[in-house]
């Protein structure tokens, strides 16, 4: 079935390094492509997201990039600070029964930036 | 809590017992979902509902029921045929019929069998 490939499952790097999760997806016809950050015991928060449409996106420290064509999409993160650890979630739109959409995450990264 | 609420934050079940997990949002958010997570499986999708009146099951429905009688609330009962219900459930929703807005999730109810 449909289904979201996440990697690496856990990312250890130093403050002030570069940190890349990278996504793969089954559905050729997703469009839509969200990353969350969740802190120990809280919600996932809306980090970032891409539409099919463009190819990269940035906001400020963090960028997404989407290569439809291999159906794979990667998340970047610039000079990493202690407070981006986290678990990382993407996830991609896809098309379910009935015709409605839902989205389907990928497992996700535990990232930990050490001081 | 950003629009969403679920209620409570910690719940304990009996064996055999059903319970019911509370989710409220003020967002006028058509699509809401109920997910559960567990330790390295990351989210995974037990019912949804797109309207009100209607919802269908997920990845994972089997032991769980829920209700969509209002458009603010999606209550999720959690019965005594799921066997391992002891997980971090979240409720999440979204604007519009499609799914390329992003979610609005609540903070959460972790539930344990004692």
Known sequence: ?115 | DGGITQSPKYLFRKEGQNVTLSCEQNLNHDAMYWYRQDPGQGLRLIYYSQIVNDFQKGDIAEGYSVSREKKESFPLTVTSAQKNPTAFYLCASTTGWGSDYGYTFGSGTRLTVV
Do not use: M
């Not at chain 1, 802190?39 to 463009?54: A, F, M, T, Y």
């Open chain 1, 1 to 115: 079935g449909e289904n979201v490939e996440q990697h690496p499952s856990t990312l250890s790097v130093q403050e002030g390094d570069s940190a890349v999760i990278k996504c793969t997806y089954s559905d050729s016809a997703s469009n839509y492509f969200p990353w969350y950050k969740q802190e120990l015991g809280k919600r996932p928060q809306l980090i970032i997201d891409i539409r099919s449409n463009v190819g990269e996106k940035k906001d400020q420290r963090i960028a997404v990039t989407l290569n439809k064509t291999a159906k794979h999409f990667s998340l970047h993160i610039t000079e990493t600070q202690p407070e981006d650890s986290a678990v990382y979630f993407c996830a991609a739109s896809i098309t379910w029964r009935g015709g409605s959409e839902k989205l389907v995450f990928g497992k996700g990264t535990k990232l930990t930036v050490n001081p």
